[in-house]
């Protein structure tokens, strides 16, 4: 499984971006797709997930609210749309995918991140 993350970039606090995480290969194998981010100086955390076919959702408290989650089964694609941005979610944002081969809640497929800064 392979993993592509994009759409990060330069935003004020207040604003909203959208990041898509494109997932190709072996997908019939994956069950969930997840967001995470790493700010500098810190270590990575959970931001949201999404089941690759059901419709489950799971938020990290601080993002609850303001992240939506979702995903495109025909384009393959998994969305954060992210809104009302504040500057402690500036980060490197990454996209993973579970497959069945993972142990229950770890994600063993990763893509590259993609940066958000959040402007004050």
């Known amino acids: 499984v392979q993993l592509q993350a994009s759409g990060g970039g330069l935003v004020q606090a207040g604003g909203s971006l959208r990041l898509p995480c494109a997932v190709s290969g072996r997908t019939s194998s994956t069950y969930a797709v997840g967001w995470f981010r790493q700010a500098p100086g810190k270590e990575r955390d959970f931001v949201a997930a999404v089941g690759w076919r059901k419709d489950d959702t799971h938020y990290a408290d601080s993002v609850k609210g303001r992240f939506i989650i979702s995903r495109d089964n025909a384009k393959n694609t998994v969305y954060l749309q992210m809104s009302a941005l504040k500057s402690e979610d500036t980060a490197l944002y990454y996209c993973?995918?579970?497959?069945?081969?993972?142990?229950?809640?770890?994600?063993?497929?990763w893509g590259q991140g993609t940066k958000v800064t959040v402007s004050s």
């Open positions: 993973a995918a579970a497959t069945v081969r993972a142990p229950v809640g770890e994600y063993d497929y």
